[in-house]
C-alpha cells in the first residue's frame, strides 16, 4: 500500500553560553522574579536594566550610557542579552570585545565608529504602486537569438493577475518575464510587480491553488490571494543602520575599479560619506518617511580600552546620532591604558561620571543550583537529584562557569555507559578529567620548572 510520509525539516540548532535567555524576568511593576525568562537571582540589577529599558523604549537614554560592573560569571552578559530581547526584534543589537578594536586592519576609532553606527537604526517607509494578484495566465512569445538562430529566447508575454476583486491582464517585456522564469515564477503564484522599475517579487503560493490542486511543499505556507484591486499603492517597511547605508554610499562612489574588483569589508569609510548619510536620513525624518531607531551598543571588557578609545567614546555620547552604550567589566582598581593613572574599572573618571552604573553580585546556593536546572533543560540532559546538588557544591568551592561546563561532559560519560540521566558518579569522572582554575593554578606551580617561560 502506498503511503505518503510527511518530512519535517531540521533547522541548525545551536546551543550558546545565553541562548536561554528570553527577557529580563520583570512583572509590570518592573519587580524582578527570582527565577523567570532564564534569569536567575540579580534581583535589583535587572530591575535597574528594566527601568533602563523603559526609558530607551519611551526615547530618553539617546547618549546615554550604562556600565555593568562585577566579578567574572555573575551575569553581566545575560543582562546585556535580556535588555536586547525586551526591545525587540528592530532594535539592532551589537556586541564587541574591548580587545576587538586592536584585531583589525582598521583604525581603533574606525572600528569603534562601524560599531556605533551598526546600532542605529533605520526604519523607512517607500510607498510604491505595484500591480498585484494571483497568476491566472502565463502566455510566452518567444524569438530567435540574436546570435544563435537555433536558440529561442523569451520576447514578451501576456499574463493575468487575479484578484477576490478583479481580473486584469497585461503585456510585459522581456526583462520581467526573465525575472518570472528565473524565479520559477508559475500560474497560481501570488506576485507583486513594481509599475516604476518593473521587479518582481514572489511573494508565494496561491491557498485557493494550493487547495484544490496540490500538496504543498513543507517548507512552504500558502498565502491568500490578495483583495481590492489589481493596480494599488503599497507602503514597504525596510529597517537598516547608519552602517548599512555608510556602505550603500561608499559601494556607490567607488566607481569602475570597485565594481571589478570589489569593495570589501575591512576599509575605513570617508567621514563626508557619513555626513550626507545624516543629512539624507535627518530629511527623511522631517518629511515623515523614517523613523530613528536608537539601538544598543554592548562593548565588554572595557577596561582593555586606551585612553583614546575613551576620549572617542566620550565625543560619541555628545553626538546627535548616538546608540545606548553599554560597558561592562569585571575589573577593579587598574590602570588606565595609555596612561599611569589608576581608575576604578581602569575608566577615565570623567567618563565613569557620565554612566548608570549597575552592579552585580555573585550567585548564592540556591540561585546556583536554579542557573544548573536551566542549563540542563537547554543542553537536554537528564540530571539527577543528587548529582544536581553535588555539582551546585562544586559551582560555590569553585565558580558557576566551571559547574555549567562540566554539564555535556558528564552527559557523554553517561551515554558511553548507556544511559541517559547524569548521575553524580559521572559528575565525579569528569571533574577529574577537567581540572578547575584553582587546581590548574596548582598543577603550573608543581611543574613550574618544566615549562616555558
Given at each position: 500500500m502506498s503511503s505518503i510520509t510527511p518530512i519535517s525539516p531540521k533547522g541548525f540548532v545551536r546551543v550558546g553560553a545565553h541562548s536561554?535567555?528570553?527577557g529580563l524576568g520583570l512583572d509590570k511593576n518592573l519587580k524582578a522574579k527570582l527565577v523567570a525568562d532564564g534569569m536567575v537571582g540579580q534581583t535589583e540589577a535587572r530591575e535597574a536594566a528594566g527601568i533602563i529599558v523603559r526609558m530607551i523604549k519611551a526615547g530618553k537614554m539617546a547618549g546615554r550610557a550604562i556600565l555593568l560592573a562585577g566579578p567574572p560569571g555573575t551575569g553581566k552578559t545575560a543582562i546585556a542579552i535580556a535588555i536586547a530581547r525586551e526591545l525587540g526584534r528592530d532594535v539592532p543589537f551589537i556586541t564587541l570585545s574591548g580587545s576587538e578594536i586592536y584585531s583589525s586592519e582598521l583604525k581603533k576609532t574606525e572600528v569603534l565608529m562601524q560599531a556605533v553606527r551598526k546600532a542605529i537604526g533605520v526604519r523607512l517607509h517607500e510607498t510604491r504602486k505595484v500591480y498585484e494578484g494571483e497568476l491566472t495566465q502565463f502566455d510566452i512569445r518567444t524569438t530567435r537569438h540574436a546570435y544563435n538562430p537555433y536558440q529561442q529566447v523569451p520576447e514578451s508575454a501576456r499574463i493575468t493577475l487575479t484578484t477576490k476583486s478583479e481580473s486584469r491582464s497585461f503585456n510585459v517585456g522581456s526583462s520581467i518575464v526573465v525575472a518570472m522564469l528565473n524565479q520559477g515564477i508559475r500560474i497560481g503564484d501570488v506576485i507583486q510587480?513594481?509599475?516604476?522599475?518593473?521587479?518582481?517579487?514572489?511573494?508565494?503560493?496561491?491557498?485557493?491553488?494550493?487547495?484544490?490542486?496540490?500538496i504543498a511543499g513543507y517548507d512552504e505556507?500558502?498565502?491568500?490571494?490578495?483583495?481590492?484591486?489589481?493596480?494599488?499603492?503599497?507602503?514597504?517597511?525596510?529597517?537598516?543602520?547608519?552602517?548599512?547605508?555608510?556602505?550603500?554610499q561608499a559601494q556607490a562612489r567607488g566607481g569602475f575599479f570597485s565594481l571589478l574588483?570589489?569593495?570589501?569589508?575591512?576599509?575605513?569609510?570617508?567621514?563626508?560619506?557619513?555626513?550626507?548619510?545624516?543629512?539624507?536620513?535627518?530629511?527623511?525624518?522631517?518629511?515623515?518617511?523614517?523613523?530613528?531607531?536608537?539601538?544598543?551598543?554592548?562593548?565588554?571588557?572595557?577596561?582593555?580600552?586606551?585612553?583614546?578609545?575613551?576620549?572617542?567614546?566620550?565625543?560619541?555620547?555628545?553626538?546627535?546620532?548616538?546608540?545606548?552604550?553599554?560597558?561592562?567589566?569585571?575589573?577593579?582598581?587598574?590602570?588606565?591604558?595609555?596612561?599611569?593613572?589608576?581608575?576604578?574599572?581602569?575608566?577615565?573618571?570623567?567618563?565613569?561620571?557620565?554612566?548608570?552604573?549597575?552592579?552585580?553580585?555573585l550567585y548564592t546556593e540556591e540561585e546556583i543550583m536554579e542557573i544548573l536546572k536551566i542549563r540542563a533543560r537547554e543542553e537536554n540532559v537528564n540530571i539527577t537529584e543528587e548529582a544536581l546538588n553535588y555539582l551546585t557544591k562544586i559551582g560555590v568551592e569553585t565558580s558557576l562557569r566551571y559547574a555549567v561546563q562540566l554539564l555535556s561532559p558528564a552527559a557523554e560519560k553517561a551515554k558511553s555507559d548507556n544511559r541517559d540521566t547524569v548521575t553524580k558518579d559521572d559528575i565525579e569522572v569528569v571533574r577529574k578529567l577537567f581540572s578547575d582554575v584553582k587546581r590548574s593554578v596548582e598543577y603550573v606551580k608543581q611543574y613550574e620548572e618544566y615549562m616555558l617561560r
Open positions: 536561554h535567555i528570553k510587480i513594481d509599475a516604476e522599475t518593473g521587479k518582481v517579487i514572489r511573494v508565494g503560493r496561491s491557498e485557493e491553488v494550493a487547495e484544490k490542486y496540490e505556507k500558502p498565502v491568500p490571494r490578495p483583495s481590492g484591486p489589481v493596480e494599488k499603492e503599497k507602503e514597504f517597511v525596510y529597517v537598516v543602520t547608519l552602517h548599512d547605508l555608510d556602505q550603500m574588483f570589489g569593495g570589501g569589508e575591512a576599509r575605513e569609510i570617508d567621514p563626508e560619506i557619513r555626513r550626507r548619510v545624516d543629512e539624507y536620513v535627518k530629511q527623511r525624518v522631517e518629511d515623515g518617511t523614517a523613523e530613528i531607531i536608537p539601538g544598543v551598543f554592548f562593548l565588554d571588557d572595557v577596561s582593555m580600552l586606551d585612553i583614546e578609545a575613551f576620549s572617542f567614546l566620550s565625543t560619541v555620547l555628545e553626538s546627535e546620532l548616538a546608540p545606548i552604550v553599554i560597558f561592562a567589566t569585571n575589573r577593579g582598581i587598574t590602570t588606565v591604558r595609555g596612561t599611569d593613572l589608576q581608575a576604578p574599572h581602569g575608566m577615565p573618571l570623567d567618563l565613569l561620571d557620565r554612566l548608570l552604573i549597575i552592579n552585580t553580585r
